[in-house]
């Protein structure tokens, strides 16, 4: 049985690939609520306590129940993104949730939205998406990352541009990067309405990322 008190419980498998892409979502979250003594953001492996899981009625992998007192009151069904399990998360707390939690949902969004294969898809499927493929290690991806972040900071806003990165490294990642002919970092594509229409190969300057971007919305306007 969940002990009293207020729980977000992720229900797990260790083999579930769409457990092991969301946990570090998961860690994070649980994170942002370390020092909220409100809930307890937890996780719970199937394969280990099976009689748990079966009295929660879980059926899949992962399960995300939000527990008060040990009774199930909501089951959560949105994206899986650390803000809006958050989200969710401060809502189901109501006034019990620290006023930290409620300004930290102000928050102004990132200006480059970090992309893996959970929700790359959904990420370029309308506007025009740069999004940039690298490695934490590699040494011109590190030189251009303030540049990067400046241009994301440009289109803040933009209804239809987004600024995006995807981590090679990551092994939810690599599959995608794969997909996405990927040979070396930081390689940049252009995708518009979920197609890849070309590869940035220019100056890696502010100016120029903005004026290719800008050419690509101008012809769309045409």
């Known amino acids: 049985m969940v002990p009293n008190g207020k ?10 690939g769409h457990c092991q892409r969301l946990a570090p979502t998961w860690e994070s979250l649980a994170k942002s609520f370390e020092h909220d003594k409100s809930v307890t953001i937890g996780k719970l492996d199937c394969t280990q306590f099976r009689d748990i899981c079966h009295e929660y009625e879980v059926k899949g992998y992962p ?9 199930k009151i909501e089951k959560y069904t949105g994206d899986r993104s650390h ?22 949902l102000r ?15 959904n990420a370029i499927e309308q506007g025009c ?36 990165k995807v981590d090679c490294t990551l092994e939810v990642n690599r599959s995608l990067c794969s997909e996405q002919n ?15 229409i070309g590869e940035y190969n220019g100056d890696r300057s502010l100016d120029d990322m903005v004026s290719f971007i800008t050419r690509h919305l101008e012809h769309d306007e045409l």
């Open 83 to 104: 803000e809006d399990l958050k989200k969710f998360a401060v809502r189901l707390l109501g006034d019990d949730a620290g006023v930290q939690q409620k300004e930290d």
């Open 129 to 164: 998406t740069l999004v940039k493929f690298f490695a934490p290690w590699c040494g011109h991806c590190k030189r251009m990352a303030p540049t990067y972040d400046e241009l994301g900071r440009k289109f803040v806003g933009h209804d239809q541009v987004k600024i995006a």
């Open 182 to 196: 990927v040979n070396g970092f930081p390689t940049l594509y252009l995708y518009k309405n979920a197609n890849q």
């Open 107 to 121: 928050e102004p969004q990132p200006p480059v939205t970090v992309l893996t294969s959970e929700n790359f898809e």
């Open 7 to 16: 729980h977000f419980i992720k229900f797990y498998a260790p083999w579930c």
């Open 63 to 71: 399960t995300l129940l939000w527990i008060e007192d040990g009774k």
